[in-house]
């Protein structure tokens, strides 16, 4: 009997979906446009013809949905956020103004800085007071609350966020004024001590304060998806893709939106998790590239990299400090404006730039036909011959060539060069702006990505994977069956999982065990809460535990994970080790004689992931390939046309194998093999691309 589970990913073009039979491996998969006004009309277009390209009816489906999505992080850095109020200790009102006073560009005299998801006029102040070791030396009085209320009514907020001093030690005051609230005004009301329990008030302040911004986006979104699937007889609930690589229930997602502002990469990064282990590679860069951004996320031993931090809205995309740093655990990677929809342009000096902007869904590229007329990516493509425009979606949706030949003619005229010149260049500096950003991505964690393996895919992601692996001066890459649609398959194989920390700063060796365990009584018992929630059966219900540390008088702490259990699992001179193997490894060295301070601890809750094994996506096993058709394409700037053999990837069976230039082509995306490459179909489906020898 067939066990359909169904994946959703919006993104800021195109909304992927997916459908997996666990019992067989079959999978079903379908793009539709992103419709960012409505994102549930793009979410109901595509689950209704994937359903009906399966022969599935909703009711068959009774797996929990899951589901990932961009929209948080979209509407943080368009400002397109709910109307939030934030409320705080007397005397801190300017807290999201002044930031932490770090200057990310200490030389730049205009220096600027995203404005804040709640404006000034929107934070109000009360008087209260919690000590640094958690005494309530002033609880909030009745008036105080009483003014509070009508001022935030007056203000007529959607949404409030309340971050008062010292709230991470006890949360006391910022309970009582949240209850409060939420009993006057009737609206969403996040408190600090719940999203952000941490030291550091801005870092703690700007994660509530997006929080709330962020809950009337999805809060309506989720309930409209739930009561329609409820209407079409779906028997799954909801589960929403995490930043950290986890997934938790639609109604925990509802009240901390902030946890899902790397939701749908995260999925892209667990997908990569699968297949590393799968290959058997211990050093994996996901590539995916979609119709509006790119990432790039390195996978280590078999498991993509985590921060306790990510910033999002950066004004400047390589300057960190110059976007919200938010504290939640997320998948670490690096995301730029690189998509198929990524706007062409002149700067000041007459120079081609291609993104950050890109005209997504509406109106998208110009060839897409819905009102764009500037040159994108994706028009590029269509010039140089690398995309067929009737082929595009199997031809459900056509590219107009005249206008992307157009869209392009205009920037070619601003550089004095041809169209086909022109395109290329588009397509060299994307190029050259991802593989920059990949190369950072690597630098931060101390890799060199020479050689390494790439897992291409994104709907424009294997177009481009060459080009970006002859700058990383890689060797291989893969592109998996149904490349397009990974991320939202990666959905399918991420384990239900919260990560959970709160701030008790105690020098090692004078932490009180049983005050320790009484905070990870608490922390296990909301990582308990949020899995049940989600459906997780409590005796599958697993802790891991970690702990922020430093040396006494230093400024930041490293993460150290120390095991798994029911209770903490090491000894002050496990954590020694620990910490100082960790040092060592990050700064080459360890400071004797100076005492080690916990500062953060930090409970990871989670059940295992889902095992299923898709089908091989081949035809029959063959060692020769056949081309369908051919036509010229343009594959680097200056050289002429060449005329490439054109592969339908359908019916490239296991062990078929053949030489660059190529491309292959499938509903949903194009493979463009460059020159120098050979590739071969792997037992799975893959297409696998490896480099000849220079001078073969």
């Known amino acids: 009997m067939a066990d359909w589970r169904l994946a959703?990913?919006?993104?800021?073009?195109?909304?992927?979906?997916?459908?997996?039979?666990?019992?067989?491996?079959?999978?079903?998969?379908?793009?539709?446009?992103?419709?960012?006004?409505?994102?549930?009309?793009?979410?109901?277009?595509?689950?209704?013809?994937l359903l009906a390209k399966a022969g599935v009816a909703p009711p068959d489906i009774t797996a929990p949905i899951v589901h990932a999505t961009t929209l948080i992080t979209?509407?943080?850095?368009?400002?397109?956020?709910?109307?939030?109020?934030?409320?705080?200790?007397?005397?801190?009102?300017?807290?999201?103004?002044?930031?932490?006073?770090?200057?990310?560009?200490?030389?730049?005299?205009?220096?600027?800085?995203?404005?804040?998801?709640?404006?000034?006029?929107?934070?109000?102040?009360?008087?209260?007071?919690?000590?640094?070791?958690?005494?309530?030396?002033?609880?909030?009085?009745?008036?105080?609350?009483?003014?509070?209320?009508?001022?935030?009514?007056?203000?007529r907020v959607e949404s409030v966020a309340v971050c008062l001093l010292n709230s991470y030690v006890n949360p006391a005051n910022e309970q009582a004024v949240a209850s409060r609230l939420q009993k006057d005004l009737g609206v969403p009301v996040c408190i600090s001590a719940e999203i952000s329990p941490q030291i550091r008030e801005y870092p703690r302040m700007i994660t509530a304060a997006c929080n709330a911004a962020t809950m009337p986006v999805i809060g309506p979104y989720l309930d409209e998806l739930q009561k329609w699937l409820s209407a079409e007889g779906f028997g799954g609930s909801v589960l929403m893709m995490l930043s950290n690589g986890g997934v938790v229930s639609a109604d925990d997602?509802?009240?901390?939106?902030?946890?899902?502002?790397?939701?749908?990469?995260?999925?892209?990064?667990?997908?990569?998790?699968?297949?590393?282990?799968?290959?058997?590679?211990?050093?994996?860069?996901c590539f995916d590239m979609g119709g509006t951004t790119a990432k790039a996320c390195l996978v280590t031993d078999g498991e993509p990299a985590l921060t306790n931090t990510f910033e999002v809205a950066r004004i400047y995309?390589?300057?960190?400090?110059?976007?919200?740093?938010?504290?939640?655990?997320?998948?670490?990677?690096?995301?730029?404006?690189?998509?198929?929809?990524?706007?062409?342009?002149?700067?000041?000096?007459?120079?081609?730039?291609?993104?950050?902007?890109?005209?997504?869904?509406?109106?998208g590229p110009a060839s897409y036909g819905r009102g764009g007329t500037t040159a994108a990516v994706t028009d590029a493509d269509v010039v140089l011959g690398l995309l067929d425009p009737d082929a595009?979606?199997?031809?459900?949706?056509?590219l107009d060539g005249d206008a992307a030949t157009a869209a392009v003619a205009a920037t070619a005229a601003g550089l004095g060069l041809t169209v086909m010149d022109t395109a290329a260049g588009i397509s060299e500096v994307v190029d050259q702006n991802m593989a920059a950003a990949a190369r950072m991505h690597g630098v931060e964690q101390g890799v060199d990505l020479r050689g390494v393996t790439i897992l291409a895919f994104g709907g424009a992601g294997p177009v481009h994977a060459c080009g970006v692996a002859d700058l990383l001066e890689s060797d291989k890459i893969v592109f998996p069956p149904n490349a397009s649609v990974l991320s939202a398959f990666g959905t399918l194989v991420s384990p239900v999982r919260i990560d959970l920390a709160r701030s008790m700063p105690r020098l090692l060796g004078s932490v009180d065990g049983a005050e320790r365990d009484r905070l990870l009584d608490e922390l296990r018992g909301e990582g308990r809460r949020v899995l049940l929630a989600a459906g997780v059966p409590e005796a599958e219900v697993r802790f891991r535990y970690g702990l922020d540390a430093r040396?006494?008088?230093?400024?930041?702490?490293?993460?150290?994970?120390?095991?798994?259990?029911?209770?903490?699992?090491?000894?002050?001179?496990e954590v020694v080790e620990a910490f100082e193997t960790e040092y060592r490894r990050i700064y080459g060295m360890t400071i004797p004689d100076v005492e080690i301070e916990a500062v953060t601890w930090r409970l990871s809750a989670y059940a295992a992931e889902a095992a299923v094994t898709p089908e091989v996506v081949a035809g029959v096993a063959s060692g020769t390939a056949e081309p369908v058709s051919q036509r010229p394409a343009v594959l680097e700037r200056g050289a002429d046309p060449l005329v490439v053999p054109v592969y339908r990837r359908q019916d490239l069976g296991v062990g078929a194998a053949f030489e660059g230039p190529a491309i292959v082509e499938e509903r949903e995306t194009t493979t463009v093999i460059r020159s120098g490459w050979r590739t071969e179909v792997a037992p799975d489906g893959s297409l696998v691309a490896t480099r000849r020898p220079s001078g073969s």
């Open 74 to 155: 979209n509407s943080l850095i368009t400002g397109r956020t709910g109307r939030a109020g934030l409320v705080t200790t007397t005397g801190f009102g300017d807290t999201l103004l002044i930031r932490d006073e770090h200057r990310y560009d200490m030389y730049d005299l205009q220096i600027e800085f995203p404005d804040p998801p709640i404006g000034r006029d929107l934070t109000f102040e009360i008087d209260e007071r919690t000590s640094a070791t958690g005494e309530v030396r002033a609880e909030p009085a009745e008036a105080d609350l009483d003014r509070l209320c009508s001022e935030l009514a007056a203000a």
């Open 392 to 398: 595009f979606l199997g031809g459900d949706m056509p």
């Open 551 to 573: 040396y006494s008088g230093q400024g930041n702490e490293i993460t150290v994970w120390l095991g798994s259990g029911e209770s903490w699992p090491a000894s002050d001179s």
């Open 317 to 363: 995309r390589f300057k960190k400090g110059s976007g919200f740093p938010v504290s939640v655990p997320s998948v670490d990677l690096v995301e730029i404006g690189a998509g198929g929809g990524s706007l062409a342009r002149l700067d000041r000096f007459g120079l081609l730039k291609v993104g950050p902007e890109s005209a997504g869904a509406d109106p």
């Open 8 to 49: 959703v990913d919006i993104g800021g073009t195109f909304t992927d979906v997916v459908l997996l039979d666990a019992e067989s491996g079959r999978v079903v998969v379908d793009k539709t446009l992103t419709t960012p006004e409505a994102p549930l009309e793009g979410v109901r277009t595509g689950v209704t013809a």
């Open 253 to 285: 997602a509802a009240r901390g939106p902030i946890r899902l502002v790397e939701s749908g990469p995260a999925a892209g990064a667990l997908a990569g998790k699968w297949y590393a282990d799968r290959l058997g590679s211990e050093r994996l860069l």
